[in-house]
């Protein structure tokens, strides 16, 4: 009975004296910062406009009211305009460790569902390779379809490859001109991204090539052999070249999509939105959605060519008939927050009752301490390189410490270089910008993921060195010091904090609450001997919440994508 179960116990004491619903009461509880204030608190503040009266008599008048059951509330004290519910500590204890030992990294996990998220990430262009920003977005998407299936969704990951347009055009134009039918010699998309660069400089100097453009599109769309032997091949390269960079990265998807075989039936969709007058077509022959406040949107152009919302407002359809969906997530960079307004709207326009379950989590921009990230002008900062370079500065560290074969060297430097690049960018709330600090996210000390993997390394150990196994046959009065009481409260709170976390797509939250998980560790760990405890009977209880802090930040870490490893 960890702490969620015992928010629900203060709730069901709650509601025989104050008239607010379950779901209200869950909202205003809170976990004082100065535990001596209790366990948990009711402010009494919300309560004062419906009762009119000031929140210190209510919470005394409240407190009158309760009468306590024998269990987990040991005591409730009116304070000031709170309501403070203090917990008996070993059946606190007793009842956290044995769930988390019956249910190892499972603890928290809700009930299989009967319902299905679709997670829509990272969906690049096919004319260039993957960027931080699409590490950013691989981050939140894996995370976030983490996140989800412990609350009991069916989780569909899908990708949709962006892999016709003007933008590809480009790259294709420029190998055309001066690729003299070249092969890679180097990795694949970062050949392709080349020539993407080469046209943004030769434009500049030679503006008609914006024309031969639109005009390539227009053969493209007119399925001209020639141009769409070479479309093949350039896309080939590109999407060869992802493929390595996902598996290194540690994602992978359930379906895959492209927007080449989704645009005609979104040109057949607007087309027959254009009969049914929802649309309109304006003096030069495009297809406009008027969409009031939100403007007026081409949708197809007056040559007949698509547009990228074209491809879309298929696919959003596509993918209800496929999965029926309870919930479309669309893991996309702010700057499309205006195009997923539009798409919205259209579906409702358009009559399909799903649209109400699209939702597009938007993130904001990863920047270098050098500056924004422009990958017209080749000063992209490819995820390749980004990931090769932290595995250097990992690589360093490693060969401080430990002497390894060369594979375990590579092996486990991987590992703490994609921990340090996952957890920094998780652990800033989605909607901001933030600067991304190689560096400090490599450091094996404060809030990183190096840390996090070196906190579990340290518990791992614990046990190893202990000689017996962990029990549940305690004495669980035995964990009374203040190290113990509040890890013991920590790891009571994550059924709430993975509830709270998956249901507002927001990793951040699980980072925070790692860190503090593992610097209540560590205080524990200084404060308190577990192999030279003061007596037997004390060395199983501190064992046994040592292997629960154990399960506990190694789900931690699987759900942010972070592997956990063997030495540090």
């Avoid at 190689?438 to 518990?459: H, K, M, N, W």
Wanted: charged fraction near 30%; hydrophobic fraction near 35%; glycine fraction near 6%.
């Amino acid at each position: 009975m960890p702490m969620k179960t015992i928010k629900e116990e203060v709730i069901d004491l709650l509601t025989k004296t104050v008239k607010l619903s379950r779901e209200d009461l869950a909202e205003l509880l809170e976990t004082p910062s100065d535990s001596k204030l209790g366990d948990l608190a009711l402010p009494c503040f919300h309560l004062s406009k419906t009762l009119k009266k000031d929140p210190k008599t209510i919470a005394s008048e409240i407190r009158e009211k309760i009468k306590l059951p024998k269990g987990l509330i040991r005591e409730v004290k009116a304070t000031g305009p709170y309501l403070n519910f203090f917990f008996e500590e070993a059946k606190l204890a007793e009842s956290t460790l044995k769930r988390i030992w019956k249910e190892r990294e499972g603890y928290g996990y809700k009930r299989r569902l009967n319902k299905t998220v679709v997670v829509e990430f990272p969906a690049p262009n096919t004319n260039k390779p993957l960027h931080l920003g699409h590490l950013r977005n691989m981050s939140l998407g894996e995370s976030v379809s983490r996140l989800l299936e412990t609350q009991g969704y069916r989780v569909v990951r899908v990708n949709l490859n962006n892999d016709r347009g003007v933008h590809i055009c480009k790259s294709m134009l420029a190998y055309k001109k001066w690729g003299d039918n070249k092969e890679p010699d180097k990795k694949s998309d970062h050949f392709v991204g080349d020539f993407y660069v080469m046209f943004s400089q030769k434009a500049k100097e030679h503006p008609e090539l914006e024309r031969e453009i639109q005009e390539m599109l227009i053969a493209w769309e007119a399925k001209d052999p020639e141009t769409i032997g070479l479309w093949r091949k350039m896309n080939c390269w590109a999407l060869d070249g992802f493929n390595e960079t996902y598996k290194r990265f540690g994602v992978s998807f359930d379906k895959v999509y492209y927007e080449s075989r989704t645009y005609e039936k979104g040109k057949e969709m607007i087309l027959e939105g254009l009969k049914k007058g929802i649309f309109y077509k304006d003096e030069s022959g495009a297809i406009l959605a008027d969409l009031g406040e939100l403007g007026k949107k081409i949708l197809l152009r007056a040559d007949g060519t698509s547009v990228y919302i074209t491809q879309d407002i298929y696919l959003a359809k596509l993918k209800y008939d496929e999965y029926h969906y309870e919930k479309s997530i669309y893991v996309v960079a702010s700057e499309q927050n205006y195009h997923f307004r539009v798409l919205f709207k259209i579906l409702k326009m358009l009559g399909f009752k799903f649209a109400d379950k699209c939702y597009h989590l938007s993130y904001g921009m990863v920047y270098l301490p050098s500056g924004r990230m422009k990958s017209r002008e080749g000063s992209v900062v490819d995820a390749d390189n980004l990931m090769d370079e932290l595995d250097g500065m990992a690589e360093k560290e490693v060969r401080k410490r430990h002497k390894l074969k060369e594979t375990e060297v590579k092996n486990l430097s991987e590992k703490i270089g994609l921990a340090a690049l996952k957890y920094f960018l998780l652990r800033c709330s989605a909607n901001k910008d933030f600067v991304f600090k190689p560096e400090e996210s490599i450091s094996f000390e404060g809030d990183t993921g190096p840390y996090l993997q070196y906190s579990l390394v340290r518990a791992k150990k614990i046990q190893q060195k202990a000689g017996t196994k962990p029990t549940v046959s305690i004495d669980f009065t035995l964990l009374n010091k203040p190290e113990e009481i509040a890890l013991i409260k920590r790891l009571g709170e994550f059924p709430g904090i993975l509830e709270k976390t998956a249901g507002s797509y927001s990793p951040h939250i699980l980072t925070e609450y790692a860190f503090k998980l593992a610097t209540l560790f560590s205080q524990f760990y200084e404060g308190c001997q577990v192999i030279a405890a003061e007596s037997e009977e004390l060395k199983k209880a501190r064992l046994l919440l040592v292997n629960s802090y154990y399960h506990v930040q190694k789900s931690c870490l699987n759900l942010l994508g972070i592997e956990e490893v063997g030495i540090m």
